[in-house]
């Protein structure tokens, strides 16, 4: 990063929206964090107490569950404080820098992990007789590692093409978060070759994962119109259903800020909800209204405590 940097602090101006809305946005998104954070802990409670669960599919949404717990975690708890008073629209130089490392680094991770999501869909329809020896706890767990070291690298990219550049002057981020986009247009510097850079990084990155997800859903779909029973085309279909749900909650509001000229604009400050504050909520409403396996470990694990209470 650079030294020339003099701006030691930022200062987010949060969502547009007129004063009177404060406290009313502040309620509705608090309510949505605590919620968040609360739905997610459940996912990994049950699947943790339920070994009925213990299987690469709900493997993987515990990865899933942990990381829009924390994602939602580095995002909100800042866009709440732009609400309360002007004071909570500070961030300090090193916080920006590591509040936008983090935010791609769980984003980033979140992208690989849909992707490797699909692709364990569309070995358990496919291959249903070899899925239980080509998906091993050891593929598993190297999978899930290598979404996270991917995430991770993809950020730390992000994060120093963003903040080599020097900021001396303007400081105010049109954002609720530190992102890269707002970020850039406040460089004391040509930012062009930068832009491009991290334009056709996101790109491969974000394209490259949805690629590979359509094609994974366009093959499990080849696959269930070869089952030649409804009932068992209906299930292999609403296994699969509640992840597209998420992947396009996920992808379709990134790909809309990232990838289409002129980012960097307030309104990406709205849509940026979807996927910083929806997604991560909708992840266990849509795991558990949409699953049968998931609520009746609910059911079970609520049993449980009532009968622990009864004693």
Same mark, same amino acid.
């Given at each position: ?44 409670? /049950? ?36 609400? /309360? ?227």
């Amino acid at each position: 990063m650079s030294n020339t940097s003099l701006v030691t602090a930022f200062i987010l101006t949060g969502l547009p929206h007129a004063p009177a809305l404060d406290a009313p946005l502040f309620g509705v998104f608090l309510v949505v964090y605590v919620l968040t954070v609360l739905g997610n802990l459940l996912i990994l409670l /049950v699947i943790r107490v339920d070994s009925h669960l213990h299987t690469p599919m709900y493997y993987f949404l515990t990865n899933l569950s942990f990381i829009d717990m924390w994602f939602s975690t580095v995002t909100v708890p800042k866009m709440l404080m732009t609400l /309360v008073s002007p004071s909570g629209r500070a961030i300090s130089f090193h916080s920006c820098v590591a509040q936008l490392y983090f935010f791609h680094f769980l984003g980033g991770t979140e992208c690989f992990l849909y992707t490797v999501m699909s692709y364990d869909r569309y070995l358990a329809i496919s291959y249903p007789l070899r899925y239980t020896r080509m998906m091993s706890g050891c593929s598993c767990a190297l999978l899930a590692t290598s979404t996270w070291l991917s995430g991770s690298l993809h950020s730390a990219v992000q994060t120093i093409l963003t903040f080599h550049l020097p900021y001396c002057g303007p400081n105010r981020i049109q954002h609720y978060l530190c992102d890269a986009p707002p970020i850039l247009k406040l460089a004391c510097a040509d930012t062009l070759a930068t832009e491009i850079v991290i334009f056709v990084t996101v790109g491969i990155v974000a394209s490259g994962c949805f690629l590979l997800i359509v094609l994974s859903y366009v093959s499990i779909v080849c696959s269930i119109l070869r089952i030649h029973t409804s009932e068992g085309r209906h299930r292999a279909f609403q296994t699969c259903a509640s992840h597209c749900i998420m992947v396009l909650c996920f992808f379709g509001p990134g790909l809309f800020i990232y990838l289409r000229p002129g980012s960097g604009k307030a309104v990406d400050g709205v849509v940026a909800v979807f996927y910083t504050v929806l997604t991560p909520l909708l992840n266990p409403v849509v795991y558990t209204l949409r699953n049968k396996e998931v609520k009746k470990a609910l059911l079970k694990l609520k049993d449980k405590v009532t009968h622990s209470q009864s004693k």
